[in-house]
Nanobody, 122 residues
């Protein structure tokens, strides 16, 4: 049993900032890549940012230079610092992680958080 729990969403004005957190818990042997996705109403879920186990990061073009993904391996937590937010950033944000569990050490499964709403509006 592995859970990803997100926090930090909310309502912010254009140009503002938010920091999302996602903590993994449960029977975890190892966490591989972690990342953030978002889904706006009527649109498909899209990748926002990702960070590998070694710290390598990638970003979607739309958020490059405004968002920063980081992780704290000791806390099994991934963060998304979002600056200069725009109305088009409004979406439900989901964290994602590739995790090897202690109960199935030969497999890596993909886990998702429940999502947190980010609304950018004046």
């Amino acid at each position: 049993q592995v859970q990803l729990v997100e926090s930090g969403g909310g309502l912010v004005q254009p140009g503002g900032s938010l920091r999302l957190s996602c903590a993994a818990s449960g029977s975890i042997s190892r966490i591989h890549g972690m990342g953030w996705y978002r889904q706006a109403p009527g649109k498909q879920r899209e990748s926002v940012a990702a960070i590998g186990s070694g710290g390598t990061t990638t970003y979607a073009d739309l958020v490059q230079g405004r968002f920063t993904v980081s992780r704290d391996n000791a806390k099994n937590t991934v963060y998304l610092q979002m600056n200069n937010l725009k109305p088009e950033d409004t979406a439900v944000y989901y964290c994602n992680a590739g995790i090897t569990t202690a109960t199935q050490p030969m497999l890596t499964d993909n886990f998702w958080g429940q999502g947190t709403q980010v609304t950018v509006s004046s």
